[in-house]
């Protein structure tokens, strides 16, 4: 019932010839898979920001630390339903009430991932847009809250019709509310679906616009760090006198641009979450096909072809909470400089150490 997790036991009704051992294993192999390497990954991008100064204060990090979390919740849901289909257990869903809740918070997690990612892009939108920093960390955080309450309301349905089959220990939807399934499978795939996809690709496509009209218009702009209007840099070392000079200058000169000029941190900034959200919207839109395909255009659930596309679009699905931070990551200058003395720092012990040796690096 799941629009993002498969129940394979769905599919044992059906001969080896429709969903072949080799798609099944490669599944049941893939998924552990996904969840190692994203809760890995979204691990990484919590340690990166939390322990950087300047990263820690950028407002939109903010959603990507909750998109972190939230994706990591994913996962572990996705874990229970694995190793209940690998191993032929119910531990997780073997009562009515552990059935509606383990699905309701899937969906939940689902449902606010997406609209994180929405509300990344729109952020870097209205900042190129209108060339204005409106977004502050207690703002970011007020629109997780109310993102948080709509999608429980918004998925509290599952809590009513979400049940476990007659006379087995899976879950399922209460024939009862079949109805209530059908439409609400419409209205997820537009709001969960449909209407964000639109909403990234448009305001990706004027982003890349802006970020070319940019770049023509300063072709010497060069590439800096994360910092932007909420940031303060600030420097421990002491360099030589036209070091110095050349940081006065470049702060009177920041005193003097105008008040809505846009920062070269900013398109640095942009030109990363970019990566994230065209990579929502490449891993995400088969799945939204499939199932238009399915509930419209009446494409047979039961064979071959159908099925495969099944698991393949889900795979894709899973391979986006996976690795979606990789990417932003590895595609961030900042980021990747602190990925080093990061991991340094976690992997050796303070006191076995000179003071000093690992000295904080904030820059």
């Known amino acids: 019932m799941n629009r993002s997790l498969i129940d394979l036991s769905d599919y044992e009704e059906y001969d080896e010839t429709i969903v072949s051992e080799v798609i099944l294993k490669f599944y049941l192999f893939y998924v552990p898979f996904c969840v190692i390497v994203g809760l890995f990954g979204n691990g990484m991008v919590w340690i990166l920001i939390k322990n950087n100064r300047n990263l820690s204060k950028l407002p939109t990090n903010i959603y990507l630390l909750n998109l972190a ?66 977004l502050t960390k207690e703002r970011a955080r007020s629109h997780i809250i109310i993102l948080l309450i709509i999608a429980m309301l918004f998925n509290s349905w599952i809590l009513a019709v979400a049940d476990l089959k007659p006379g087995t220990e899976f879950c399922d939807i209460n024939s009862n509310y079949g109805y209530i399934y059908d439409i609400m499978t419409i209205f997820e795939m537009v709001f969960c679906i449909g209407l964000p996809s639109l909403i990234i690709i448009i305001s990706n496509c004027i982003v890349v616009i802006k970020l070319n009209r940019h770049l023509k218009k300063y072709p010497s702009s060069p590439a800096v760090s994360f910092n932007t209007s909420d940031v303060v840099m600030a420097s421990n070392t002491i ?70 596309i099944s698991i393949f679009v889900h795979l894709l699905l899973y391979s986006h909470h996976a690795f979606v931070f990789y990417f932003y990551i590895f595609y961030s200058p900042q980021m990747k400089r602190r990925l080093k003395p990061t991991a340094m720092k976690l992997l050796e012990c303070y006191c076995f150490k000179a003071p000093g040796e690992f000295a904080s690096d904030n820059r």
């Open 69 to 134: 979390f939230v994706s990591s919740f994913f996962l572990v849901f996705l874990l229970f339903f694995w190793i209940e289909d690998a191993f032929e257990i119910n531990i997780f869903k073997s009562t009515t009430f552990s059935c509606k809740i383990n699905t309701f918070f899937a969906h939940v997690s689902d449902f606010v991932s997406v609209w994180l990612i929405v509300l990344v892009g729109s952020e870097r939108l209205i900042l190129l847009q209108w060339k204005t920093r409106s």
């Open 239 to 308: 360099g030589s006198s036209s070091k110095i000079r050349s940081s006065l200058e470049s702060q009177s000169m920041v005193r003097q641009a105008p008040k809505r000029s846009l920062r070269y941190a900013d398109i640095q900034l942009t030109r990363s979450l970019l990566i994230v959200t065209w990579f929502f919207i490449i891993l995400n839109l088969p799945n939204y096909i499939y199932r238009i395909a399915t509930s419209s255009f009446g494409l047979p659930h039961e064979d071959a072809s159908a099925r495969f």
